[in-house]
């Protein structure tokens, strides 16, 4: 599978180990950055271009996930869903990996780099890539409901305030 990682400089230290164990579980791995430590660097571009390549290459028909983290994880989830087709998870124990991917077939993750061990978050991310979608109907239809909005504004036969 190829996973598409992004994070800033609080998540470079579990961006750096993350890479190579997912090399090593056989993973193709592609980093979008940063390639080094500042301060003083953005989230958002790295995740964008994380999520943007996910989509891309799941229209493409490859196997491919995101994963992005920062300090938190919420500001890198908040650009990730910016991108058309994410629906981006933010993970913070193994049920919520788990279930990111079973209901909401959730196609990119995010972590607080700091607020979990290393081990916690690899934990994580290897139990998102683990679990497939359920393709329960009731999941598939909220799915859908969500791909709806996204594209026009509202949900046929449902109330959407404008």
Known sequence: MRIHI?????GL?????????????????????????DALDDYPAFCINAAKAVVRDQQAGVDALGVVFGGS??????AANKVVGVRAALVWNLSTAQLARQHND???IS???????IDEAVSFIDAFIAEPFSLEERHARRIAQL?????????AGKHVDA
């Open 6 to 10: 992004a994070t800033d400089h609080a």
């Open 13 to 37: 230290e579990l961006s750096q180990f993350l890479q190579d164990h997912l090399r090593a579980a056989g993973h193709d791995v592609v980093d979008h950055g940063p390639a080094e430590y």
């Open 73 to 78: 994880g919420n500001g890198e989830q908040i």
């Open 106 to 108: 959730a196609n990119v």
């Open 111 to 117: 972590i607080g780099a700091r607020q979990h061990s």
């Open 147 to 155: 791909a709806e909005f996204e594209a026009t504004g509202t949900i």
